[in-house]
Structures are given as structure tokens and as C-alpha cells.
């Protein structure tokens, strides 16, 4: 059957290379009739120019976005941190229009609207290989055993609490890889609600108790809701007398992870990283001026990274053989979810929706660059 179609072809197009413009429309569109192939093809074919099996021309799309919208993204990826294209259109979605109107971004009407509709795959092409690379994170946390076995161990498939309030904790070293004895170093406290990502950082200067105790509770204070229950890893700096009895007297939960199962405070330390290591890095700060620079950043990233930076939730995970599909929920910023939850009163969410009001984003971008800059000023030239 091929070899007569082939004939059949083949003498179709002597009669059409010898035949007139009128005689060749006619004879092109019998064969656009008979076969249903895509007329240009055809002609392609019955002129010589084409083999049969070869691929139709593909030629390359008219170009949409260009370097206009280009220099605006690499703006707003800044602004927003670096985020991944996904949560950066989040963020556009509620910011943009404010951005351009308050002359923050400037770009032509033109480019506006096509800021408006651009979806999170095509920022990625325009910005691939335009954002900078960062390390990823290292802990240095010892484990205690003081009263581990009067506190309950929990994992992270346990926190089915679809409510706010109920926070990991960990702490976040500073000894910029250098142990000297006898010396101290400051560490953070990452304290992160599971619910809503709400996520707060407080320094200390060493890990004793006392000190991660009031920054607990400086935490705590600073949550726009209120506090259900904690839980952390099996440090000595939590697993301590004084912080059981508090939790009791506070009616508050107190869990701990399993040793050595890092994931088991997988939502607490994924925010190690995209908050405090991207905020202040793997330098040692180990004087009082950088703890006192680090807590006003911090105070900072209290605004910044909940109002205004979009995070994505583990919606399902499903498992076929060795491939795992995860599924997120769309991007929302941890104000966006308080504001969201039922379980959070109208009182707290009508002083948050206050703060909010008179944030703004490029300001607090700025100060925030004008402290990593002082920060790293001070660690550098010591």
C-alpha cells in the first residue's frame, strides 16, 4: 500500500512541476481534499522541497517577553528574596499592582499587563541562570537526655492539628564552623507554626537555658495568635526541667522528636534554611554588637518573610514504584493563612490586618540589605 501511495505521489508531482499556477492550485487542493494534510505541507511536498516522513517545519514562536520584562523580574525576584517562580507569582498576584502605582517598579504599560499574566515555567526561563547560588545548610545541635522519657515523642505525619498554634523549634549555630573552647557564639531560634508557616527568629548568645528559654518566650509573644503547643528536637536546651514545668503551667503541649530523625522537624528546619541562612549566612557571630544587629534583623524578617514572601504546603504524596508525585497547595504568604483560619479571632487578624497596612516591602528590603551589609561589614573586619 505505501509503495503505490509513494507511486502515486511521485506522478502526481511530475504533472504538478509541469502543470500552470492555475492547473497547480487545482491539483494541491485535490490533494489537501484526498489526503487532509496540512496544505502547506503539501505543497512542500509536491514541489520537491519535502520528503515524505519528514517532520512538518517548526519554525521558532514570535518572542512574547523580552528584556524589559526581563530587567522587572530580576527586580522583583530581589525584593522577594530569590523565591522560586511559583511563589514569586503569588507574590505578584497581591503586590504587583501596588508596586507599579506607588512608582516602586517602573515599567511601561505594555510590560505591566504582561507582568500580570506570566506564568510561573515562563519566569523561570527568563530567569534561568540569573539568580544566585547559595549552600545549603549544616546543624550543630547536641542531643541531652534529661527527662526525654517524660516527654512525648511526635513525627512530623503526627501534626494533624488543622489550626494555628502549634509550633517546632530548633536552634541555628553561629560558630561560622570554628569550636574554641571557652569562647561563646550566638544561635538562633527558629520557631515555626506548622498551620500557617508563621515563622519567628530570635538570637542568643550561647545555648544555655536561660537564654533559649526567654527567647522562647520572646517568640511566643510576637505570634499573632495564640500558642497551642511546642515541640522540638531532644537538645538539652529544650529538654530541661524549667520548660516542662512552663509548658504545664502554661497548659501548652510539649512533644520532642525522635534522636536522629531530623525530618521529624521537617517544617522547622526547612525554615533554618530559606530564613535564617539566607538571611545572615555560616559567619561567626560572637560578639554582643553582631547579637544585637542579628535580633534587629530578625525584627525586620518578623514583617518581611510573613507578610509579604509566599510559601507553598505539601498538600498529598503518592508513591507508584520508586517515583514520588507531590502535589502543593497554591503559594500563600503565613498572613494570608492567619487571616484565613477561623480559628483565629477576629481581634487578632483586625490588629494584624493594621500592621500590614503600613508595611511596605520595598522599604523593608532596604533595611534589610542596609543590616546584611552592616553585619558583614562588622564579621569581615573584625
Not at 498538600?315 to 497554591?330: E, N, Q, W
Request: proline share 4%; glycine share 6%.
Amino acid at each position: 500500500m505505501k509503495q503505490s501511495d509513494d507511486r502515486y505521489l511521485k506522478q502526481l508531482r511530475a504533472r504538478y512541476n509541469r502543470a500552470t499556477k492555475t492547473e497547480k492550485t487545482a491539483i494541491l487542493d485535490e490533494y489537501v481534499k484526498t489526503t487532509g494534510q496540512n496544505r502547506s505541507y503539501a505543497s512542500g511536498l509536491l514541489s520537491g522541497r519535502r520528503r515524505t516522513g519528514q517532520r512538518p517545519i517548526c519554525r521558532p514562536r514570535r518572542a512574547v517577553y523580552g528584556d524589559e520584562d526581563r530587567h522587572a523580574l530580576l527586580m522583583l525576584s530581589d525584593l522577594f528574596d530569590g523565591i522560586c517562580s511559583r511563589r514569586l507569582r503569588a507574590a505578584m498576584d497581591v503586590e504587583l499592582p501596588g508596586l507599579v502605582q506607588s512608582g516602586a517598579l517602573q515599567v511601561s504599560p505594555a510590560c505591566y499587563q504582561r507582568l500580570l499574566r506570566i506564568s510561573h515555567a515562563t519566569i523561570d526561563r527568563l530567569l534561568a541562570g540569573r539568580r544566585p547560588q547559595v549552600r545549603s545548610s549544616r546543624g550543630f545541635t547536641k542531643p541531652g537526655t534529661l527527662l526525654k522519657h517524660q516527654i512525648a515523642v511526635r513525627t512530623w505525619a503526627d501534626w494533624t492539628e488543622d489550626r494555628p498554634g502549634f509550633c517546632e523549634m530548633d536552634l541555628v549555630d553561629h560558630s561560622g564552623g570554628l569550636i574554641i573552647r571557652g569562647a561563646d557564639h550566638a544561635w538562633t531560634l527558629c520557631f515555626t507554626d506548622v498551620h500557617t508557616a508563621w515563622t519567628e527568629c530570635v538570637a542568643v548568645r550561647n545555648k544555655a537555658q536561660i537564654h533559649v528559654f526567654e527567647a522562647i518566650r520572646c517568640a511566643r509573644a510576637r505570634l499573632p495568635f495564640p500558642l497551642l503547643g511546642v515541640d522540638s528536637d531532644n537538645g538539652s536546651e529544650f529538654i530541661n526541667d524549667q520548660l516542662r514545668r512552663y509548658c504545664g503551667r502554661e497548659r501548652l503541649t510539649f512533644t520532642r522528636a525522635r534522636a536522629g530523625r531530623r525530618n521529624d522537624n521537617a517544617y522547622v528546619e526547612q525554615k533554618n534554611w530559606s530564613v535564617v541562612r539566607r538571611a545572615v549566612g555560616y559567619y561567626r557571630y560572637d560578639t554582643p554588637q553582631l547579637l544585637d544587629l542579628l535580633n534587629r534583623l530578625y525584627a525586620l524578617l518578623h514583617d518581611y518573610t510573613n507578610s509579604f514572601l509566599p510559601v507553598a504546603k505539601l498538600h498529598s504524596k503518592t508513591r507508584d514504584g520508586s517515583r514520588v508525585t507531590r502535589t502543593y497547595d497554591k503559594p500563600q504568604t503565613p498572613y494570608a493563612r492567619v487571616l484565613a483560619s477561623p480559628h483565629v479571632s477576629e481581634e487578632h487578624r483586625a490588629a494584624l490586618r493594621e500592621i500590614y497596612a503600613v508595611l511596605n516591602v520595598v522599604h523593608l528590603r532596604q533595611q534589610i540589605n542596609q543590616l546584611q551589609a552592616e553585619i558583614i561589614r562588622l564579621v569581615s573586619n573584625p
